[in-house]
């Protein structure tokens, strides 16, 4: 099976696709509709040759990609919102400005607020309950235990949002991005009905980089740990201890971002099957089996980002959920 490089995102009532050269955003509206929209899409790393070095570029991807997830949430939510404001504008008798946006200093504020959250509770505060255990000193047994903490809050995390019904959908959308993108590598028809056959399990899921991040931060967290103790005399305090794995963690997400193409490249490897089966398994819960309509909409985003489908489409063959 061919890795053709396609990957995707998971957002409000609909899916994001990436290729090479475009990014697409399908959502479905309340009236079945399908809206996608569609922009250029030059990585940096083809912008600029010299960023597209191993580790680098995978570093400087990462930080791309939280950006566009961003924006693409923001998209999804904009037209949800447009769909929530227009009911209840019928059911005041009142028109909608259509031309009304989410205010973008808020929605900025939003996401930097949202990433603090996340580095505050996924890496500062594993670090802070395993200095509890005063094992500072064995750089090996302490990352150990505060990779271990934090795995086990990032699970227990998606665990519990999944039993939400609006993340409980986001996940059946993000079962619906892998089974289409399958079906594109398999060169199989590009029908609900032919992905649907398909496993909403993928190695090149951002799930699977999550976990191979928290693993690769373990071991390269020590060996900086133990750099620190052998340079400074004595092991580093709980700050500055933070400080150090923050500034490492361009190099762990590069890192890792190179291991996940790797796997993709190397699937059918026995020993890949072996190492790649941890984030399959996590997969279980950050993926649901999509409904038809939801297959529809990952594959309407999949050929919007090949550059084979119109910008705005009518959804009538499917019945929607």
Same mark, same amino acid.
């Given at each position: 099976?061919?890795?053709?490089?396609?990957?995707?995102?998971?957002?409000?009532?609909?899916?994001?696709?990436?290729?090479?050269?475009?990014?697409?955003?399908?959502?479905?509206?309340?009236?079945?509709?399908?809206?996608?929209?569609?922009?250029?899409?030059?990585?940096?790393?083809?912008r600029?040759p010299?960023?597209?070095?191993?580790?680098?570029?995978?570093?400087?991807?990462?930080?791309?990609?939280?950006?566009?997830?961003?924006?693409?949430?923001?998209?999804?939510a904009?037209?949800?919102?447009?769909?929530?404001?227009?009911?209840?504008?019928?059911?005041?008798?009142?028109?909608?400005? %259509?031309?009304?946006?989410?205010?973008?200093?808020y929605?900025a504020?939003?996401?930097?607020?949202?990433?603090?959250?996340?580095?505050?509770?996924?890496?500062?505060? %594993?670090?802070?309950?395993?200095?509890?255990?005063?094992?500072?000193?064995?750089?090996?047994?302490?990352?150990?235990?505060?990779?271990?903490?934090?795995?086990?809050?990032?699970?227990?995390?998606?665990?519990?949002?999944?039993?939400?019904?609006?993340?409980?959908?986001?996940f059946?959308?993000?079962?619906?991005?892998?089974?289409?993108?399958?079906?594109?590598?398999?060169?199989?028809?590009?029908? %609900?009905?032919?992905?649907?056959?398909y496993?909403?399990?993928?190695?090149?899921?951002?799930?699977?980089?999550?976990?191979?991040?928290?693993?690769?931060?373990?071991?390269?967290?020590?060996?900086?740990d133990?750099?620190?103790?052998?340079?400074?005399?004595?092991?580093?305090?709980?700050?500055?201890?933070?400080?150090?794995?923050?500034?490492?963690?361009?190099?762990?997400?590069?890192?890792?971002?190179?291991?996940?193409?790797?796997?993709?490249?190397?699937?059918?490897?026995?020993?890949?099957?072996?190492?790649?089966? %941890?984030?399959?398994?996590?997969?279980?819960?950050?993926?649901?089996?999509?409904?038809?309509?939801?297959?529809?909409?990952?594959?309407?985003?999949?050929?919007?980002?090949?550059?084979?489908?119109?910008?705005?489409?009518?959804?009538?063959?499917?019945?929607?959920?």
């Open positions: 099976m061919a890795d053709l490089n396609i990957g995707g995102q998971a957002v409000i009532e609909g899916v994001m696709m990436r290729s090479k050269d475009k990014i697409s955003t399908a959502v479905r509206t309340a009236n079945g509709e399908i809206v996608v929209k569609t922009e250029i899409y030059h990585p940096l790393s083809v600029y010299f960023l597209n070095t191993p580790i680098l570029r995978g570093a400087v991807a990462f930080a791309e990609m939280m950006v566009i997830g961003i924006k693409t949430l923001n998209f999804s904009d037209v949800a919102m447009s769909d929530a404001e227009k009911e209840e504008a019928n059911k005041k008798g009142k028109s909608v400005d %259509p031309s009304k946006k989410q205010n973008n200093l929605l504020g939003s996401a930097i607020f949202a990433l603090a959250f996340g580095v505050l509770i996924f890496f500062f505060t %594993p670090l802070a309950i395993a200095s509890l255990f005063g094992i500072q000193k064995d750089a090996v047994s302490f990352n150990l235990l505060a990779g271990g903490i934090r795995l086990t809050m990032f699970v227990l995390y998606v665990w519990g949002i999944s039993f939400i019904k609006d993340f409980h959908r986001i059946q959308y993000h079962g619906a991005e892998h089974k289409s993108i399958y079906t594109y590598e398999m060169g199989d028809e590009l029908t %609900p009905e032919r992905a649907a056959t496993t909403r399990f993928h190695p090149r899921c951002g799930t699977s980089f999550i976990l191979i991040v928290a693993l690769l931060a373990i071991l390269m967290y020590a060996v900086s133990t750099i620190f103790t052998i340079a400074a005399g004595h092991p580093p305090a709980l700050l500055p201890r933070f400080l150090l794995h923050m500034s490492l963690l361009p190099l762990v997400a590069g890192t890792s971002y190179e291991l996940l193409k790797l796997s993709g490249k190397t699937r059918n490897n026995a020993i890949t099957k072996v190492l790649i089966q %941890p984030g399959l398994w996590l997969q279980r819960i950050t993926t649901k089996e999509p409904t038809p309509d939801q297959l529809e909409v990952a594959i309407v985003a999949l050929q919007a980002a090949l550059g084979v489908v119109n910008t705005r489409i009518p959804s009538k063959s499917i019945p929607v959920s």
